[in-house]
């Protein structure tokens, strides 16, 4: 149990706070009974990437459509969001491509990813009735967030920088570029909806690990018990 700390003491650490320290440098480390999960600079990623998707989704909502005019507000004004909103979308594509540098050796889609992305073994992890204790660190549909996101960024920024300096570019890429933007944020922003019920309310757990940077044991030998295997040295399988 830890205690509080008297002022100029340095605060005693129980199990709980021994593992953010850890979290701090490592992951896929066990710490009592909890494993870390994310470590520091994989949060602090996630997060940056994140904060930049929403400014640039919120600033961009009331130019695409009077609509969501109210949104402007948030920003101090339509013609505030006109230059935030391509300087959001370029901070947001960097933060990106450092999240897929980050998590890219880890993102390779397996043959195990391949079967639970198949309709059956979809259904079947949504029923909690997978008999696959094959699933690791990430699971099918996870790798299949992490690929789709970096492909649809792709497709903002290129679509966004014809919009953004039109001169150079023919009347038929201009017109394309409107159409890839407004298709390829509809389904990420869509995908990011199924993103965050996936992260917080329909898995209890979930939004610690990328919060705290931990879960517990239990946690992950129910969603994860490859990886689950591989971090604890437990060799029984679910
Ligand atoms: C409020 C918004 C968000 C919440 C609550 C959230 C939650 C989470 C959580 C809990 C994880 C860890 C999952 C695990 O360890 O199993 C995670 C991972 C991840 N997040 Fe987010 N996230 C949010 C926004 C975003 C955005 C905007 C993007 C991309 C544009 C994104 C991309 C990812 C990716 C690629 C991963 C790794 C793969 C995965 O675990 O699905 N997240 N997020």
């Not at 935030?84 to 540098?101: E, K």
């Not at 992490?146 to 014809?162: C, D, R, Y």
């Not at 990328?210 to 604890?232: C, D, F, M, N, S």
Request: charged letters at 15%.
């Amino acid at each position: 149990m830890s205690e509080a700390a008297l002022p100029g003491q340095t605060k005693k650490t129980g199990v709980g706070d021994a593992a953010v320290v850890r979290g701090r440098q490592d992951e896929d480390v066990v710490v009592g009974g909890e494993i870390v999960r994310h470590r520091l600079s994989s949060r602090v990623i996630h997060w940056a990437v994140a904060l930049f998707f929403f400014v640039a989704l919120f600033s961009g909502l009331p130019i695409w459509t009077p609509l969501f005019g109210w949104m402007a507000t948030l920003f101090g004004g339509l013609s505030v969001c006109r230059w935030l909103h391509p300087w959001s979308g370029i901070v947001f594509a960097a933060a990106t491509l450092v999240m897929f540098i980050h998590w890219f050796a880890e993102m390779k889609l397996t043959d195990t990813d391949r079967e639970f992305l198949t309709p059956g073994g979809l259904v079947r992890y949504m029923r909690y009735q997978g008999e696959d204790s094959e699933v690791g660190k990430y699971n099918g549909g996870q790798k299949l967030l992490f690929w789709a996101a970096a492909l649809a960024t792709l497709g903002l920024l290129l679509s966004g920088i014809v919009m953004w300096f039109p001169e150079p570019f023919g009347n038929g890429l201009r017109q394309l570029s409107y159409v890839v933007h407004d298709i390829a944020f509809i389904l990420f922003f869509a995908m990011i909806i199924g993103h965050i019920y996936l992260g917080t309310a329909a898995e209890p757990g979930t939004f610690n690990a990328i919060v705290r940077g931990t879960v517990t044991k239990e946690w992950a030998r129910l969603h994860h018990p490859k990886w689950y295997r591989q971090v604890t040295g437990d060799a029984r399988k679910r």
